[in-house]
Nanobody, 120 residues
């Protein structure tokens, strides 16, 4: 079983910054891709940023140049540095990971989400 613990959400004024963290623990042989998604009220969940095991990244167009995803493989942790935040970034942010378990099963896991609110 894999657990994801997210932290770092909160309330910030427009133009401010936040840093989200997500640590994976449990039955892990290797963590492959890690990513952040978000879901605003009444909207579909959307990909914000993703980073592969090799460090390749991709971002939603709406966050390019403002958000940076990174990872610490030794800690099985992914980060999302969010700068120049806008009110439209307000959403619940979810961590997502692709994990290979010790018995070589591929498991996709989701965190419980952390609220990010940007005031204008």
């Amino acid at each position: 079983q894999v657990q994801l613990v997210e932290s770092g959400g909160g309330l910030v004024q427009a133009g401010g910054s936040l840093r989200l963290s997500c640590a994976a623990s449990g039955s892990i042989f290797r963590v492959n891709a890690m990513g952040w998604y978000r879901q605003a009220p009444g909207e579909r969940r959307e990909l914000v940023a993703r980073i592969t095991g090799g460090g390749s990244t991709n971002y939603a167009d709406s966050v390019k140049g403002r958000f940076t995803i990174s990872r610490d493989n030794a800690k099985n942790t992914v980060y999302l540095q969010m700068n120049s935040l806008k009110p439209e970034d307000t959403a619940v942010y979810y961590c997502n990971t692709d994990i290979l378990t010790p018995n070589l099963l591929q498991v996709k896991s989701w965190g419980r989400g952390t609220q990010v609110t940007v005031s204008s």
